[in-house]
């Protein structure tokens, strides 16, 4: 296939803009969370950008909405999407982006190839922010898979008190049912998101192939040592645990450093008990967030942080304790399918690059039944889940027109 796919820009300049209007807070925020009224609106929007592009449109138990377009043969489906809902306040693209991607580049494959061979569809997964629900993370691509026990929507509480049972029921949808949105027929699938991050930008490239989502590890440490006087105590007879937590966060942050991108650690947080200038400090609880795409790496990463964290409580004579809060591993993409993506962004003249993802998407969740992989499109200064983010159409229509020729080498 050498015919270069036509992505209608001024569709999708509208179909951005219009949507950002559900939940539009300001000039170019969007606050949509999951189940409101902005939310309705904006996904029977969606339901009709489907119905109007000639799509079959199926909603699911949990909310999300599919726009199928039906092929000749039997084979599994070919699925494209995101999630349709935001942060509180986000902006324009976070996710609303790759739901109207997959709408348009299954619209253009339509007027421009007919049918396909093998069902393509459009998605746009209900939640995946955890902006209403703290807990409910990837709650549309994980009902989808099967992953949502029938008992977590009476023990998914929002941050203002009401369950997701609640919140499911005042907009006519019944809990009970959520089973029937797993699907086992669905073959492939390409996400197309944001990059939330400054590499396209600083590479100064439009779109970007995603190899793998990263693999995160969160630590919650204490440092116990000896709490006393900062004038009668001598240096080298102190239990300190402020100078073990300066060397271990400052050893755990070099070490991510110098082991390069795409290995980062992050310590963000720090409670020094008692937090009073003239006291060495009895005990400092600190973050380490550590990620990397590869396993192999990823593991070398932790064993190099615990290694330190050992060595200096030991040599300074603290207690040492900590607990791994989260633990994910990494998701890799479908190796055919990047490489596919690569040949067929080349011959769309679209310039790519390779990378992994630090965010989570549900690309990861979806990996669980499809083979998948993801398409980023530059972000202005890397900004995301803020009012402020901003990709071009420009850029967008490339990242389209890549999602679009992925999804005919596939389907056609
Ligand atoms: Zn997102």
Same mark, same amino acid.
């Given at each position: 296939?050498?015919?270069?796919?036509?992505?209608?820009?001024?569709?999708?300049?509208?179909?951005?803009?219009?949507?950002?209007?559900?939940?539009?807070?300001?000039?170019?925020?969007?606050?949509?969370?999951?189940?409101?009224?902005?939310?309705?609106?904006?996904?029977?929007?969606?339901?009709?950008?489907?119905?109007?592009?000639?799509?079959?449109?199926?909603?699911?138990?949990?909310?999300?909405?599919?726009?199928?377009?039906?092929?000749?043969?039997?084979?599994?489906?070919?699925?494209?999407?995101?999630?349709?809902?935001?942060?509180?306040?986000?902006?324009?693209?976070?996710?609303?982006?790759?739901?109207?991607?997959?709408?348009?580049?299954?619209?253009?494959?339509?007027?421009?190839?007919?049918?396909?061979?093998?069902?393509?569809?459009?998605?746009?997964?209900?939640?995946?922010?955890?902006?209403?629900?703290?807990?409910?993370?990837?709650?549309?691509?994980?009902?989808?898979?099967?992953?949502?026990?029938?008992?977590?929507?009476?023990?998914?509480?929002?941050?203002?008190? @009401?369950?997701? %049972?609640?919140?499911?029921?005042? &907009?006519?949808?019944?809990?009970?049912?959520?089973? !029937?949105? +797993?699907?086992? *027929?669905?073959?492939?699938?390409?996400?197309?998101?944001?990059?939330?991050?400054?590499?396209?930008?600083?590479?100064?490239?439009?779109?970007?192939?995603?190899?793998?989502?990263?693999?995160?590890?969160?630590?919650?440490?204490?440092?116990?040592?000896?709490?006393?006087?900062?004038?009668?105590?001598?240096?080298?007879?102190?239990?300190?645990?402020?100078?073990?937590?300066?060397?271990?966060?400052?050893?755990?942050?070099?070490?991510?450093?110098?082991?390069?991108?795409?290995?980062?650690?992050?310590?963000?947080?720090?409670?020094?008990?008692?937090?009073?200038?003239?006291?060495?400090?009895?005990?400092?609880?600190?973050?380490?967030?550590?990620?990397?795409?590869?396993?192999?790496?990823?593991?070398?990463?932790?064993?190099?942080?615990?290694?330190?964290?050992? @060595?200096?409580? %030991?040599?300074?004579?603290?207690? &040492?304790?900590?607990?791994?809060?989260?633990?994910? !591993?990494? +998701?890799?993409? *479908?190796?055919?399918?990047?490489?596919?993506?690569?040949?067929?962004?080349?011959?769309?003249?679209?310039?790519?690059?390779?990378?992994?993802?630090?965010?989570?998407?549900?690309?990861?969740?979806?990996?669980?039944?499809?083979?998948?992989?993801?398409?980023?499109?530059?972000?202005?200064?890397?900004?995301?889940?803020?009012?402020?983010?901003?990709?071009?159409?420009?850029?967008?229509?490339?990242?389209?027109?890549?999602?679009?020729?992925?999804?005919?080498?596939?389907?056609?």
């Amino acid at each position: 296939m050498s015919n270069r796919i036509e992505i209608d820009a001024e569709l999708v300049r509208r179909y951005v803009f219009e949507l950002a209007e559900f939940g539009r807070v300001g000039e170019s925020g969007v606050t949509r969370l999951v189940y409101s009224p902005e939310w309705v609106a904006a996904t029977n929007q969606y339901a009709a950008w489907c119905r109007e592009s000639g799509l079959e449109v199926e909603r699911d138990a949990v909310g999300n909405v599919w726009g199928k377009l039906r092929g000749s043969g039997d084979g599994k489906s070919i699925a494209s999407g995101s999630h349709i809902d935001s942060q509180a306040p986000g902006g324009r693209y976070d996710g609303a982006l790759g739901a109207l991607a997959g709408l348009i580049a299954v619209r253009a494959l339509k007027e421009q190839f007919g049918q396909p061979k093998r069902t393509l569809e459009a998605v746009a997964f209900c939640e995946e922010e955890s902006s209403r629900f703290p807990s409910a993370n990837y709650w549309g691509s994980r009902a989808i898979t099967g992953r949502v026990a029938v008992t977590d929507p009476d023990n998914t509480i929002a941050f203002s008190g @009401e369950t997701m %049972t609640d919140a499911m029921q005042a &907009i006519g949808l019944d809990p009970a049912r959520i089973p !029937e949105a +797993s699907r086992d *027929d669905i073959g492939d699938f390409i996400e197309l998101h944001i990059e939330q991050g400054p590499i396209l930008e600083q590479s100064d490239l439009p779109v970007a192939i995603v190899d793998a989502i990263t693999g995160i590890r969160h630590y919650s440490v204490r440092l116990k040592g000896t709490q006393n006087h900062a004038g009668g105590f001598p240096m080298d007879i102190r239990q300190d645990p402020m100078a073990g937590f300066a060397e271990i966060a400052a050893g755990v942050i070099n070490t991510a450093h110098r082991m390069g991108r795409p290995a980062v650690t992050t310590v963000g947080r720090a409670v020094v008990k008692p937090n009073y200038p003239a006291i060495i400090p009895g005990s400092v609880e600190f973050s380490i967030d550590a990620r990397h795409p590869r396993a192999e790496k990823r593991r070398e990463l932790y064993a190099a942080h615990e290694a330190l964290m050992r @060595e200096v409580a %030991t040599r300074r004579g603290l207690e &040492i304790e900590w607990e791994i809060q989260i633990d994910h !591993e990494p +998701s890799p993409s *479908d190796a055919a399918i990047v490489s596919m993506l690569q040949r067929v962004a080349k011959q769309q003249g679209v310039d790519t690059m390779v990378m992994a993802s630090g965010a989570g998407h549900d690309s990861q969740q979806m990996a669980a039944i499809a083979n998948v992989a993801m398409i980023f499109v530059r972000s202005k200064d890397g900004r995301s889940h803020t009012p402020d983010e901003f990709s071009s159409i420009e850029d967008i229509v490339e990242g389209i027109r890549v999602l679009a020729a992925g999804l005919h080498a596939l389907a056609y």
